[in-house]
């Protein structure tokens, strides 16, 4: 029996060693704890009001540390890493039957007929020291449901040993719906096509992760980025006018220089594509992903921003090639300048939040409901399911790789002023925000935009309560101190 810290821990603290029991004699391990968890855990203060779950800390794969915190956590760390990899694979998500598409109430039912570009999930799996993360980039409009979510993990974890995921929407208003359930009112029997694509979805993007972990090999990464003039503030009406302009690139190289993939963040809506047009399409990130691959002979992945009132900004054509071609090309330049170096100290540091917060509007309501039905169809009510009562549940995923680089991606569509504050205070040399992660409660304004007024701050598209998006950016913010505090 070992005593770690009396007095510090709670009494439900408890030690879980059932894989490696004998592990536990090792002098070495209750150092680590004393030495680097406690200092991640006691920073937690700030997340103690809202939902109770587990938090599990790996060390050297071996032994775990299981407690019950406030908010829903899952960290994993790595004490001797040894190697970094990564690996891209890709598979096509076009839709192979007419479905309602994705993005534009005014489109209610219409369905898609085929497909002016076809739609693609894009992943790379990054791995050291035995933990693996999966970020995928696809073109859709959202991230898949929590449903789906926890489907496609079940499938990696068996096949490919990945335990995070950061899937994210390029958030296109050309792409499926992927919210429908095979349930009578929720597309059953009306929207079979579509049902069935959920299924199809998840077993592509699966099969894409489990290839791309399969591919890995060891790896160099190096990142850089610039300020672009190419989004604007779409919702605020007085200046100065809040706007994210990084456009950032993370380069990974094998070990001999030739190029693995490129990751690509940037926020600006996908809205170039007229809404008339009932096609499929990538929009203007597939275009700058083919502009990129034309130049550099290498695959890329684009991620979107906080993109919750950004808004493309052209400096020529309004067009999803045009634009395509102008984000491409400062991608590129920034690309060329980047020398990736192999991480001396490789490592994966993830913390996984599920949040209560709740709703601003009374959800099952049958008259909001009702009114629902009209501005969208009535089957849409399926992503309701998520929304029991009227609590609602963002997820956040907090990455720290290589103690260096940092990742943070939240279920919906942050503003862009939540995105900025985390660049600035995070303790980490560079600092990415993910958007339309990891599941997709709507949008997540700033209190003062709200105050504001103006699309994407009302409660018929902001669901979560005001103040939602600053306490995950706290929360985020938190751990990434807490994280670089233990390192």
């Known amino acids: 029996m070992i005593t770690i810290l009396p007095g510090r821990f709670p009494a439900w603290f408890t030690w879980c060693s059932s894989s490696h029991p004998s592990f536990l004699s090792h002098w070495s391990l209750s150092f680590w704890i004393s030495s680097s968890v406690w200092p991640l855990l006691s920073s937690w203060s700030l997340c103690r009001s809202r939902v109770p779950m587990s938090v599990c800390v790996r060390v050297c794969s071996c032994v775990s540390v ?31 039957a007419p479905m309602p598409m994705w993005g534009y109430g005014a489109r209610h039912a219409l369905l898609a007929q085929s497909a002016a570009d076809p739609l693609t999930a894009r992943v790379i799996v990054l791995e050291a020291g035995g933990i693996k993360l999966a970020i995928a980039g696809l073109d859709l409009g959202r991230a898949p449901t929590f449903r789906s979510l926890d489907r ?4 990696i974890q068996e096949k490919a040993g990945v335990a995070h995921l950061m899937i994210c929407g390029s958030h296109t208003h050309h792409g499926p719906v992927v919210e429908l359930l095979d349930e009578p ?11 069935k694509y959920v299924t199809q979805l998840e077993d592509a993007i699966a099969a894409a992760i489990i290839e791309a972990a399969d591919k890995a090999v060891p790896a160099k990464l190096g990142w850089g980025a610039a300020e672009v003039t190419l989004n604007r503030n779409r919702q605020k009406k007085d200046e ?9 690139v993370l380069r990974f190289d094998t070990l001999d220089g030739q190029p693995i993939v490129l990751l690509v963040n940037f926020a600006a809506h996908p809205i170039l594509q007229d809404i008339r047009d009932l096609r499929w ?17 290498a695959p890329c992945v684009f991620v979107q921003g906080a993109a919750g009132d950004m808004s493309p900004n052209p400096a020529g054509e309004r067009t999803i090639q045009a634009f395509g071609a102008e984000v491409a090309a400062e991608a590129v330049k920034i690309a060329r300048q980047i020398t990736p170096q192999a991480p001396a100290q490789p490592g994966l540091q993830v913390v996984e939040d599920t949040f209560d ?8 309501n049958s008259l909001i409901r009702a009114t629902f039905k009209q501005m969208f169809f009535p089957e849409i009510l399926a992503m309701l399911q998520e929304i029991p009562g009227d609590t609602i549940h963002p997820r956040l995923i907090t990455v720290v790789l290589n103690g260096q680089l940092a ?13 900025r504050r985390l660049k600035a205070e995070s303790p980490a040399e560079r600092t990415l925000f993910f958007g339309y992660c990891n599941g997709h409660q709507m949008y997540f304004p700033t209190r003062e935009a709200i105050d504001q007024g103006g699309y994407g701050t009302e409660p018929s598209v902001s669901w979560v309560e005001p103040g939602a998006g600053e306490y995950m950016i706290d929360t985020a913010l938190n751990h990434l101190r807490a994280l670089h505090a233990a390192s």
């Open 185 to 195: 009112g929720l597309g059953q029997g009306t929207f079979d096509a579509a049902v």
């Open 281 to 297: 399409t990538c929009e203007w990130p597939g275009y700058m992903i083919k502009a990129i691959n034309e130049q550099l002979g």
């Open 357 to 364: 917060f709740k709703t601003r509007l009374d959800l099952q």
């Open 407 to 419: 990742l943070v991606g939240g279920s919906g569509e942050f503003f862009s002023a939540h995105a």
């Open 152 to 155: 496609i993990k079940s499938l």
């Open 66 to 96: 299981s407690l019950r915190v406030i908010p829903c956590l899952l960290l994993t760390a790595t004490a001797h890493a040894a190697t970094f990899t990564a690996g891209y694979a890709e598979r096509d998500i076009t839709p192979q």
């Open 240 to 248: 100065p006018k809040p706007r994210d302009p990084e456009l950032a």
